[in-house]
């Protein structure tokens, strides 16, 4: 297991100068799921991991309520933005406005497959145009001195023979980027929705380590099937991080273990009583402005995960609570049934 003491300021020996240590563990961006909310009560188990926003598209940043888009809590670093966009100028002035907002990284988004990203050429579908991806990195990286980093698959459907894959990762890297995260699946562009796209196509670890083996100067973090610390140090001997999704979310527990199973720190003793009494001011504080508790509560569920008394915990959260005159009275009697735990 490789060990950091600081996550934002030590580098993992072997990778890129730029490439912090707490890219050893990262929590995927994950639309609808890894909003601001999520990500708070994630950082309240892990200091270190890395987490990451939902994909925003430049579209929505330089046309939308980009101060809505960026916001976050300060807690919440080392924090990584994802873009949608294949318009060098446009990514360039997003990474920037990242940037401004001190985001830690930004990440280009080339492995999402969905329909309507494909329409508007974000995503997947960039595989296919190695040279305009590396343009966009170019460009973004011009903009800004935060590490540029894109997250891919390991192929589409029609181009995904490793050589293609080699040439993709060697065109963007000529442009200047050396972080990629490689989720090991290709994707299917036509026939297969997103969540079929997480699931049908069998991963292939040994096509990502190839990667490893074959730009030794470039780090790679890996993803997508990741479930148990023993698999994440066992692909750590190989990668120079891994990246979890669902089972992060579905199974947030697991961030509490995080700090040190991974990053070699001592336990921090937290209990699932603690986390949510530490998140309940958070609540308060977002209902007076006016957010509806559901919003952060939905994002919640998970921490009871295999605990005894996770049936009701979540009936109270995800069912009680919307009837209630009183929601956060509801949200108490939640972190009541895990008795302190
Ligand atoms: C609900 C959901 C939304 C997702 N949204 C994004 C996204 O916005 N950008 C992206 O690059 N990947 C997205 N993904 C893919 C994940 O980042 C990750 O690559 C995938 O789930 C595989 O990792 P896992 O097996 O650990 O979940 C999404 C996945 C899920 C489940």
């Not at 200091?47 to 925003?56: D, N, S, W």
């Not at 930004?106 to 309507?116: E, F």
């Not at 509490?256 to 949510?276: K, S, Y």
């Amino acid at each position: 297991m490789r060990q950091v003491t600081n996550c934002t300021e030590t580098t993992i020996k072997g990778t890129q100068p730029n490439y912090t240590g707490s890219s050893l563990f990262s929590v995927a961006p994950m639309m609808d799921w890894t909003d601001r909310h999520f990500r708070y009560f994630a950082r309240l188990m892990t200091q270190h991991a890395l987490l990451y926003t939902e994909m925003v598209t430049t579209g929505a940043l330089l046309y939308g309520d980009a101060k809505r888009y960026l916001a976050y809590d300060q807690s919440e670093h080392p924090i990584a933005i994802q873009l949608g966009g294949s318009n060098p100028s446009d990514l360039a002035k997003c990474a920037k406005l990242a940037e401004e907002a001190g985001y830690d990284e930004v990440n280009l988004n080339v492995g999402c497959p969905s329909d309507r990203v494909q329409n508007n050429m974000i995503g997947a579908c960039l595989m296919a145009h190695p040279q305009l991806v590396a343009n966009c990195v170019k460009a973004m990286q011009d903009a800004v001195s935060i590490p540029v980093t894109v997250k891919h698959r390991i192929g589409i459907n029609g181009r995904d023979s490793y050589a293609e894959l080699a040439d993709f990762v060697d065109v963007i890297a000529q442009a200047g980027c050396s972080q990629f995260t490689v989720h090991a699946r290709i994707a299917v562009l036509e026939g297969l929705s997103p969540k079929e796209n997480r699931e049908a196509p069998p991963l292939r670890y040994d096509i990502a380590a190839q990667l490893v083996n074959d730009f030794p100067d470039l780090s790679f973090v890996v993803n997508g099937g990741i479930k148990t610390f023993e698999q994440c140090n066992e692909h750590l001997k190989t990668f120079a991080g891994v990246m979890l999704g669902r089972e992060a979310y579905h199974n947030s527990w697991m961030l509490a273990q995080v700090d040190e199973h991974i990053f070699g720190q001592p336990n921090n003793r937290l209990t699932r009583t603690q986390v949510l009494n530490a998140l309940r001011p958070y609540i308060e504080k977002n209902q007076r402005a006016g957010t509806n508790i559901h919003h952060i509560t939905r994002h919640i569920l998970g921490i009871a995960q295999g605990f005894p008394g996770s049936r009701r915990f979540r009936q109270l959260l995800s069912s009680d609570i919307f009837k209630a005159e009183n929601p956060l009275k509801v949200y108490d009697q939640a972190v009541e049934t895990l008795q302190g735990r």
